[in-house]
């Protein structure tokens, strides 16, 4: 067992649907119906290419199988070996691309019973955010509220680009939804393709949409805090999954500083950009993008003016360390207890509070 | 960042040093100003359909700014003309009280960049470039001018640049971050091809309208989201550069980053290495990490400057960047305008003064101080 990770929270692991097969049994007839004759294959997504480096490490990976399909792989590559008390299941399926919002819904549903009976009921250590078809949010609500009872589901998952910016309206059901039952709101890497993957047009490589990952967390991070939605729903906390974090202090100075030049713009944004997300935000460890040298992170972990915002993840099994070097070097003791364990069981309150 | 209405009196500022401000926003008070530069055939184009860009508007911008054409209300000449239109004004209020001893003007909307006409837009351009070198640059010797290509026509903006090449009125030449596509992209090579050809470096500013949502999620509701959103497009546009290998087709090429901020660029380079480097199998035509090619090849402008609550954070973005790629610019008349005197709140070496506020630019634009 990896040490430093005993009794720690993973926040972001990613279980994967084997085939649309394996969601068959928990669709309606009429669903059931529509994926067997019009032949709808698969929803993988071209934000994680199976074979893409980055979409799995190459000792997660396992010859006649799909990467983190199964759970007793999870289980001996990732629980046991590192001695985790929880993690915590982001199924990225292509469920929020779809443009037929019934389907969506559809598949919402089953990618949440799959994960149920296949994975939360096979170990006691797995919890899971609730998979919604955001396209169409009182769609969203009602899955909200059909899985909320049980109380594995510990967070409500969203994709970082989606139909339109996420502090729009259009999205407040799922955040009121989401405020009453005590469920952070994870938004994690991904796009519905709806529209070009950055904000200067589609990209030629995968590199390239890859890395755009961040800058959408940026505008959709401002979209949250100018369109009041921390002011609607101050309980409510959002979480940044697989978004990187040494880009936040320089996105902080910016809005801060706009704020303060065009706040008559935003009347109802009543406190600095950065106090709302070191009071609502939080953001999962990895990746790190991270500077040459040890010193240089930690200059970063300074600029972030807290301790309370990271939250450890692997990622699995996404490729962006080797072995079990996920936490970065030269940490305080402190501080890493707080990544590893305090912060994660503060966030997600189904948790049960401290460890 | 607070909008200034204090009048400063020529001279009145003796601390200063001199500046080379890289960001001037001079501005056409009339159409009637490009005629002379302009056929007939497109002043009567514009008289009857105006500038027509990939928005809905067609007598404003598509997000309202935070105050008349984003101006400082102190920046309207006496006459009552627009801010940044009146060069006698202008030296009076800025050039000469900042001593600014290098300005380099960067023409905004309607600039002809944009417009949804192709030949329209070209034929725009060129106006425009005909209007800062005899209406500015050669008025005054301290201004220098960009050449505005019609950038979503490669072959109509190389032509342009090579137009202007070898004119000493003209340093660089100008694109706008909001393209149509990537500018990393191939449609635009020729544009660095000439450039890199005719020892121009290629400013992109912040701005314009490309057609694309500034968000890879679609549209959001405030002018704060896109004022802040342009770091985001820069960021974007730079990776594509980066990663589509412009630096490696064209070894000459310089660009320069103007009016997005610049500490987001350190992480950005961070990032683009990591990933790269895990999935480099894709782009077998890059040789060198990300941070390597930004390192030799990407200037910044430090407009609008960061402010971070500890100053010393701007020390280290500083560093992380690199002292000899960082370019003084004010953004005049525009109401983010930073003035040199308070803009900075870390001190300087002398040589980091000297490099930022003056050196950097004077050699990348070949203009030693007067």
Same mark, same amino acid.
């Given at each position: 067992?990896?040490?430093?990770?005993?009794?720690? /929270?993973?926040?972001?692991?990613?279980? $994967?649907?084997? $085939?649309?097969?394996?969601?068959?049994?928990?669709?309606?007839?009429?669903?059931?119906?529509?994926? /067997?004759? =019009?032949?709808?294959?698969?929803?993988?997504?071209?934000?994680?290419?199976?074979? @893409?480096?980055?979409?799995?490490? +190459?000792?997660?990976?396992?010859?006649?199988?799909? *990467?983190?399909?199964?759970?007793?792989?999870?289980?001996?590559?990732?629980?046991?070996?590192?001695?985790?008390?929880?993690?915590?299941?982001?199924?990225?399926?292509?469920?929020?691309?779809?443009?037929? /919002?019934?389907?969506?819904?559809?598949?919402?549903?089953?990618?949440?019973?799959?994960?149920?009976?296949?994975?939360?009921? =096979?170990?006691?250590?797995?919890?899971?955010?609730?998979?919604?078809?955001?396209?169409?949010?009182?769609?969203?609500?009602?899955?909200?509220?059909?899985?909320?009872?049980?109380?594995?589901?510990?967070?409500?998952?969203?994709?970082?680009?989606?139909?339109?910016?996420?502090?729009?309206?259009?999205?407040?059901?799922?955040?009121?939804?989401?405020?009453?039952?005590?469920?952070?709101?994870?938004?994690?890497?991904?796009?519905?393709?709806?529209?070009?993957?950055? +904000?200067?047009?589609?990209?030629?490589?995968?590199?390239?949409?890859?890395?755009?990952?961040?800058?959408?967390?940026?505008?959709?991070?401002?979209?949250?805090?100018?369109?009041?939605?921390?002011?609607?729903?101050?309980?409510?906390?959002?979480?940044?999954?697989? $978004?990187?974090?040494?880009?936040?202090?320089?996105?902080?100075?910016?809005?801060?500083?706009?704020?303060?030049?065009?706040?008559?713009?935003? +009347?109802?944004?009543? @406190?600095?950009?950065?106090?709302?997300? =070191?009071?609502?935000?939080?953001? *999962?460890?990895?990746?790190?993008?991270? +500077?040459?040298?040890?010193?240089?992170?930690?200059? /970063?972990?300074?600029?972030?003016? $807290?301790?309370?915002?990271?939250?450890?993840?692997?990622?699995?099994?996404?490729?962006?360390?080797?072995?079990?070097?996920?936490?970065?070097?030269?940490?305080?003791?402190?501080? @890493?207890?707080?990544?590893?364990?305090?912060?994660?069981?503060?966030?997600?309150? =189904?948790?049960?509070?401290? @460890? | 960042?607070?909008?200034?209405?204090?009048?400063?009196?020529?001279?009145?500022?003796?601390?200063?040093?001199?500046?080379?401000?890289?960001?001037?926003?001079?501005?056409?008070?009339?159409?009637?100003?490009?005629?002379?530069?302009?056929?007939?055939?497109?002043?009567?184009?514009?008289?009857?359909?105006?500038?027509?860009?990939?928005?809905?508007?067609?007598?404003?911008?598509?997000?309202?700014?935070?105050?008349?054409?984003?101006?400082?209300?102190?920046?309207?000449?006496?006459?009552?003309?627009?801010?940044?239109?009146?060069?006698?004004?202008?030296?009076?209020?800025?050039?000469?009280?900042?001593?600014?001893?290098?300005?380099?003007?960067?023409?905004?909307?309607?600039?002809?960049?944009?417009?949804?006409?192709?030949?329209?837009?070209?034929?725009?351009?060129?106006?425009?470039?005909?209007?800062?070198?005899?209406?500015?640059?050669?008025?005054?010797?301290?201004?220098?001018?960009?050449?505005?290509?019609?950038?979503?026509?490669?072959?109509?903006?190389?032509?342009?640049?090579?137009?202007? #090449?070898?004119?000493? #009125?003209?340093?660089?030449?100008?694109?706008?971050?909001?393209?149509?596509?990537?500018?990393?992209?191939?449609?635009?090579?020729?544009?660095?091809?000439?450039?890199?050809?005719?020892?121009?470096?290629?400013?992109?500013?912040?701005?314009?309208?490309?057609?694309?949502?500034?968000?890879?999620?679609?549209?959001?509701?405030?002018?704060?989201?896109?004022?802040?959103?342009?770091?985001?497009?820069?960021?974007?546009?730079?990776?594509?550069?980066?990663?589509?290998?412009?630096?490696?087709?064209?070894?000459?090429?310089?660009?320069?980053?103007?009016?997005?901020?610049?500490?987001?660029?350190?992480?950005?380079?961070?990032?683009?290495?990591?990933?790269?480097?895990?999935?480099?199998?894709?782009?077998?035509?890059?040789?060198?990490?990300?941070?390597?090619?930004?390192?030799?090849?990407?200037?910044?402008?430090?407009?609008?400057?960061?402010?971070?609550?500890?100053?010393?954070?701007?020390?280290?973005?500083?560093?992380?960047?690199?002292?000899?790629?960082?370019?003084?610019?004010?953004?005049?008349?525009?109401?983010?305008?930073?003035?040199?005197?308070?803009?900075?709140?870390?001190?300087?070496?002398?040589?980091?003064?000297?490099?930022?506020?003056?050196?950097?630019?004077?050699?990348?634009?070949?203009?030693?101080?007067?």
């Amino acid at each position: 067992m990896a040490e430093p990770y005993r009794g720690c /929270v993973d926040c972001d692991i990613h279980p $994967s649907v084997p $085939s649309i097969k394996a969601l068959l049994p928990y669709m309606p007839d009429f669903w059931h119906d529509t994926v /067997v004759q =019009r032949g709808i294959k698969a929803l993988d997504t071209i934000s994680y290419p199976q074979n @893409a480096p980055i979409s799995g490490r +190459p000792d997660w990976r396992v010859e006649g199988r799909k *990467t983190a399909s199964s759970v007793e792989d999870v289980q001996q590559q990732l629980l046991d070996a590192w001695g985790a008390d929880y993690a915590i299941c982001n199924p990225l399926y292509g469920v929020q691309a779809l443009l037929n /919002v019934d389907m969506g819904a559809a598949f919402a549903q089953a990618v949440n019973d799959w994960l149920v009976k296949e994975w939360l009921d =096979r170990d006691e250590r797995l919890r899971a955010s609730i998979v919604i078809p955001m396209q169409a949010p009182d769609l969203a609500v009602e899955e909200i509220n059909r899985c909320a009872k049980d109380p594995r589901f510990v967070q409500v998952l969203m994709l970082v680009n989606g139909e339109m910016p996420l502090g729009r309206r259009f999205y407040w059901p799922i955040y009121a939804t989401a405020e009453r039952h005590g469920l952070p709101v994870g938004i994690h890497a991904g796009s519905s393709y709806h529209h070009p993957v950055t +904000p200067v047009g589609w990209p030629s490589y995968y590199t390239e949409d890859y890395l755009a990952q961040s800058q959408a967390f940026q505008s959709q991070l401002a979209s949250l805090i100018c369109e009041g939605v921390f002011t609607k729903y101050p309980a409510l906390h959002v979480v940044l999954m697989e $978004s990187g974090f040494t880009w936040l202090p320089s996105f902080l100075w910016r809005l801060d500083k706009v704020w303060r030049g065009l706040r008559m713009e935003v +009347p109802w944004v009543h @406190a600095l950009p950065s106090e709302i997300v =070191r009071k609502n935000v939080r953001l *999962t460890l990895q990746p790190i993008d991270a +500077p040459p040298t040890a010193e240089q992170l930690n200059r /970063v972990m300074d600029q972030l003016e $807290s301790d309370r915002l990271l939250l450890f993840s692997t990622d699995y099994p996404h490729w962006h360390f080797d072995g079990t070097a996920a936490m970065p070097e030269g940490l305080s003791p402190e501080l @890493a207890r707080r990544i590893l364990v305090d912060n994660p069981r503060a966030t997600y309150s =189904r948790l049960g509070g401290q @460890a | 960042m607070n909008v200034q209405t204090q009048v400063r009196r020529a001279g009145a500022a003796s601390t200063k040093i001199a500046i080379a401000d890289c960001d001037i926003h001079p501005c056409v008070g009339s159409p009637r100003e490009l005629d002379p530069y302009l056929a007939k055939r497109w002043q009567q184009e514009f008289a009857t359909f105006g500038s027509r860009f990939r928005h809905a508007f067609s007598g404003g911008p598509q997000y309202p700014k935070g105050q008349p054409d984003a101006h400082r209300r102190d920046a309207r000449p006496p006459s009552g003309a627009k801010g940044g239109s009146d060069l006698g004004f202008m030296r009076e209020q800025h050039l000469i009280p900042n001593d600014v001893r290098l300005g380099i003007l960067n023409p905004l909307s309607p600039s002809g960049q944009g417009f949804q006409n192709p030949e329209f837009s070209a034929a725009y351009c060129t106006a425009m470039n005909d209007w800062q070198k005899y209406n500015w640059a050669e008025k005054e010797p301290r201004l220098k001018a960009s050449v505005l290509v019609p950038y979503e026509d490669g072959a109509a903006s190389a032509a342009e640049i090579r137009r202007r #090449a070898g004119d000493p #009125a003209f340093v660089q030449v100008l694109l706008l971050s909001r393209s149509a596509e990537p500018l990393g992209q191939r449609r635009y090579w020729p544009i660095y091809e000439a450039a890199a050809e005719c020892g121009l470096p290629v400013a992109v500013h912040a701005f314009g309208y490309g057609g694309t949502p500034i968000t890879g999620g679609g549209w959001p509701s405030y002018y704060i989201e896109e004022v802040s959103g342009h770091a985001q497009c820069c960021q974007a546009l730079l990776t594509s550069m980066v990663i589509e290998g412009i630096f490696e087709r064209f070894p000459g090429l310089k660009v320069v980053m103007v009016e997005a901020g610049f500490a987001w660029l350190p992480p950005l380079a961070w990032r683009m290495d990591k990933h790269w480097m895990r999935l480099r199998q894709e782009t077998p035509h890059l040789k060198r990490k990300p941070s390597e090619c930004i390192r030799d090849h990407v200037w910044i402008a430090t407009q609008p400057m960061e402010e971070p609550d500890r100053p010393e954070f701007l020390r280290d973005t500083f560093e992380w960047i690199g002292w000899d790629r960082l370019l003084f610019a004010t953004d005049y008349p525009h109401w983010d305008f930073d003035d040199p005197a308070q803009a900075i709140r870390i001190k300087l070496s002398p040589e980091e003064r000297l490099g930022l506020f003056y050196n950097n630019a004077a050699e990348l634009y070949g203009q030693p101080l007067q």
